[in-house]
């Protein structure tokens, strides 16, 4: 067991990602449950649907964890030899012992909240993205190439998911697709591009031989650029978000501060990319995402 306990602190440390997936889990059933029933209670909350939702989420990211280290095992084992799959640690058949398990636990998950195949045809959906993200589309060194759409390629199981984890509230009861959802969906594609691009921006001086950094792509002003549009969408689809269940101003009451304060931070790296001003950008988009999802899952209960 210890070495699956050094391997989840270096490649999935669970203390980072539990609270993050479980408050993301959490509002994605609330968030639909207000769109049909604006004057919830949490009483009103399915258990089965909150922890099939968290619990099928946190099983997401491991799974994409594991598709990476089969993914870019050469590469990692040319530029970063010190990773835990790299230096013997774990085998990559040890990983896909642990993927078919939670594969056979997410399906089990969705059979206990209610045997559905529309459900079941959704998570079949983010399976086939995942697989095509891990083939990188049968065209890696096309896409390697062009890192924006790589980027985008990958961020876009962020829409399946959060399509899955509605559904476990909506499809249950009969419900269908609406344009709640489709905010909901476009604001934490853009939050997830947030902690995807604020987790590879480095200092120059922190830059590693061989590894792709936005930083070291697009250039430190570029990547802020980026960063903020991405973070300037997410704040936006968020808002409107809220307003589909009363609490958009609210919402936009903190995420203002939260964004003129990320707009500060992104100036200061921008001018000045050192290790001390990159830190930062490994807590703010963790912050905003667990403050957009806490306030949209959470506040419509209390408004």
């Not at 919830?40 to 946190?58: K, P, Y």
């Not at 344009?179 to 853009?190: E, N």
């Amino acid at each position: 067991m210890n070495k699956w306990n050094i391997y989840q602190k270096e490649r999935f440390p669970l203390l980072g990602y539990l609270p993050l997936m479980a408050t993301f889990g959490f509002s994605s059933i609330s968030f639909s449950l207000h769109l049909y029933n604006p004057y919830a209670r949490l009483s009103d909350i399915s258990i089965a649907q909150a922890v099939a939702a968290i619990f099928t989420t946190l099983f997401w990211f491991m799974l994409m964890r594991i598709a990476d280290e089969h993914k870019d095992f050469e590469e990692d084992s040319k530029f970063r030899p010190y990773r835990p799959v790299q230096r013997g640690l774990i085998t990559l058949k040890e990983l896909r012992y642990i993927g078919v398990f939670i594969v056979l636990a997410q399906i089990v998950l969705s059979i206990w909240v209610g045997f559905n195949l529309y459900l079941l045809g959704l998570l079949a959906a983010v399976y086939v993205w995942l697989l095509l993200m891990t083939l990188e589309f049968c065209v890696p060194k096309w896409l390697k190439a062009r890192p924006t759409l790589y980027l985008i390629s990958h961020m876009l199981i962020m829409p399946f998911i959060d399509l899955y984890a509605t559904a476990l509230e909506w499809l249950p009861r009969g419900g269908v697709f609406t344009f709640g959802i489709l905010l909901y969906m476009i604001s934490s594609l853009c939050d997830g591009t947030v902690v995807e691009v604020g987790r590879k921006l480095r200092a120059p001086e922190n830059e590693e031989h061989g590894v792709d950094t936005y930083t070291h792509i697009w250039g430190p002003k570029h990547a802020m650029v980026v960063w903020m549009v991405c973070l300037t969408i997410s704040g936006i689809s968020t808002i409107v978000a809220g307003f589909q269940v009363r609490v958009g101003w609210h919402i936009f009451a903190v995420l203002s501060i939260i964004y003129v304060y990320a707009f500060y931070t992104a100036i200061r790296f921008a001018k000045n990319p050192t290790p001390q001003n990159a830190k930062i950008f490994k807590v703010l988009p963790g912050v905003w995402m667990i403050l957009m999802h806490t306030m949209l899952g959470f506040l419509p209960f209390f408004i």
